[in-house]
């Protein structure tokens, strides 16, 4: 079955960078764009952008650009997403999902809750 | 830039059907196909509708969506409504590549 299994918790300082993990399983990897959503607290669903593991092209939401990565590591079947710069407005849970192939997500991970705090 | 509107919450009785709206603005929500999303306090958000009208498997047949071209509407119908189908729901879309979410609808059922 699908699975996809995220890292956890971090707690950052304003200013330093979190990357965060999504290992895959039950499917072949590069089948399917892998995208990145969080959710600050008490707040709704926000797009960050999506990789195409097979060729490693990406799309970030224009709010991240210049402080966003996402990379993939085909040899494990994990994709990962780099925000830098980090403040206080990056305190969220960040998801993966992967891309049905349609535009939009069929499975989700568990969700990485991101603490920035002095 | 096109935009989905849900409204902020819902509520119902167990065992009524319950729709919820998810309106298009600037573009046709036709045009690329609607998922619904279904997000139970602290938990993740799982998938319940993809490409306008399909269940993945194990989702309930009691969940259905639906589109409306005339009214550039999507809808989430959701039928016998149980306790447990209180939650947030999210229609989602995808735009020019871009990812779009509606801001989600706290659905009550008491």
């Known amino acids: 079955q699908v699975q996809l299994m995220q890292s956890g918790a971090e707690v950052k300082k304003p200013g330093a960078s979190v990357k965060v993990s999504c290992k895959s399983s039950?499917?072949?990897?590069?089948?399917?764009?892998m995208h990145w959503v969080r959710q600050a607290p008490g707040q709704g669903l926000e797009s960050m952008g999506w990789?195409?593991?097979?060729?490693?092209?990406?799309k970030y939401a224009q709010k991240f650009q210049g402080r966003i990565t996402m990379t993939t590591d085909t040899s494990t079947s994990t994709a990962y997403m780099e925000l830098g710069s980090v403040t206080s407005d990056d305190t969220a849970v960040y998801y993966c999902?992967?891309?049905w192939g349609g535009g939009g997500f069929d499975f989700w991970g568990q969700g990485t809750l991101v603490t920035v705090s002095s | 830039n096109f935009m989905l509107t849900q409204p902020h919450s819902v509520s119902e009785s167990p065992g009524k059907t319950v729709t919820i709206s998810c309106t298009g603005s600037?573009?046709?929500?036709?045009?690329?196909?609607i998922q619904w999303y279904q997000q139970r306090a602290g938990s993740a958000p799982t998938t319940m509708i993809y490409e306008d009208d399909r269940r993945p498997s194990g989702v309930p047949d009691r969940f259905s969506g639906s589109i409306d071209s005339s009214s550039n509407s999507a809808s989430l119908t959701i039928s016998g409504l149980k306790t447990e189908d209180e939650a947030d729901y999210y229609c989602q879309s995808s735009h020019s590549t871009k990812v779009i979410f509606g801001g989600g609808t706290k659905l009550t059922v008491l």
């Open positions: 990789i195409n593991p097979k060729s490693g092209a990406t």
């Open positions: 600037n573009g046709s929500i036709a045009s690329n196909f």
């Open positions: 039950g499917y072949s990897f590069t089948d399917h764009y």
């Open positions: 999902a992967r891309d």
